[in-house]
């Protein structure tokens, strides 16, 4: 992502200004509250957030690669940061072996949060919820909306890359696809619509969509729905001789702001991965899309905040469940 400025006194300003908590339906918030960690580890919110903050600050494009980890983590096994284990002797084979996630980044955020929260409340903060918490503080810090967390989950202890391959959405997913990988894991065409304008900020990889601009039908062809001066501009990018090192933006209209204008890159052809590109080919996900464009994103911030509800509360772990482990990257020793 391009370079943004944030100021120490201009992200104290956030946090002490503060954005409209969105209110969300929590009817079946599965185990979770508000505060969870109010009477155990007080400070618990706030040391996510500065530490989250302090990582944006220095690396604005941290802020997509968070909120994807969120997204990575609850499609397998539900929010119980599965998604952080590391392979080991016992499983060589976890959920970050798995190729998409090889791209994953921000480890190192969730993994200094966690080290000071461990130093002021041992034992007591759940890397699942850090992982929720920091992806929607760091949006904050790009000046993105803000939603309510609600906390509480525990640590799983079983992470497969098998499971992953299963029930991550693909980047080359037509609209059946994408509607079955959401629908099996609880969330709505709605949510489908909703929550890939994510990649209003972010990047993605030649490899990702190289397909679309050189072999899309096994012919040596272009996808015939890519705007034609779009194709050419990613052509430029990414030569068929390609470094898959360079880096495209997701959002072909604001690329650097948090905003509804995906969706006009959508559906003005210029969606990046086919994944985007397949939200214009259903009635329901296609008719959200214009009417977000119609009224400049009128509900999409409210809309937003619901469908991250609605996936932070899959499956989650609660009560005597799981664990909570000491370091992200490992179960605990029994």
């Given at each position: ?108 955020v969730i993994e200094a949060v966690k080290e000071q929260l461990e130093a002021a409340c041992p034992g007591i903060v759940s890397c699942a919820d850090i992982v929720q918490l920091s992806g929607r503080d760091a949006v904050e810090v790009v000046y993105g909306p803000s939603w309510s967390v609600l906390t509480g989950r525990r640590d ?35 949510d489908l619509a909703v929550l890939s304008s994510a990649h209003t900020i972010g990047v993605s990889h030649c490899a990702s969509f190289a397909t679309r601009l050189y072999n899309y039908s096994g012919n040596g062809d272009t996808d015939p729905s890519l705007d034609p001066n779009y194709a050419a501009f990613l052509m430029q990018k ?97």
């Open positions: 992502m391009a370079s943004s400025k944030f100021t120490t006194s201009s992200i104290l300003l956030i946090m002490l200004l503060g954005f409209a908590i969105l209110a969300i339906d929590v009817t079946d918030a599965q185990g979770l509250v508000p505060g969870f960690y109010n009477t155990s580890c007080p400070e618990a919110e706030d040391i996510v957030r500065n530490v989250t903050a302090q990582y944006v600050m220095s690396n604005p494009s941290l802020a997509a690669s968070l909120l994807r980890l969120t997204f990575h983590d609850c499609f397998v096994r539900g929010c119980d940061a599965s998604v952080l284990l590391e392979p080991t002797a016992a499983n060589n084979s976890t959920e970050k072996t798995y190729p998409p996630n090889l791209s994953l980044r921000g480890f190192e799983g202890t079983v992470s497969l890359a098998s499971e992953a391959a299963e029930y991550l959405p693909s980047a080359y997913g037509n609209i059946t696809s994408l509607k079955e990988n959401f629908a099996a894991v609880g969330l709505s065409v709605k990414c030569p068929q001789n390609y470094d898959d090192q360079t880096e495209v933006n997701m959002d072909a209209i604001t690329p650097y702001k948090f905003d509804y204008k995906y969706f006009v890159g959508i559906t003005q052809n210029k969606g990046l991965l086919e994944s985007d590109a397949a939200l214009v080919n259903d009635d329901e996900t296609n008719s959200y899309l214009q009417s977000q464009v119609s009224t400049q994103g009128s509900t999409w911030v409210q809309d937003f905040a619901q469908s991250m509800a609605n996936m932070y509360q899959l499956q989650v772990l609660t009560g005597n469940e799981g664990e909570i482990r000491q370091k992200c990257g490992y179960v605990n020793s029994s």
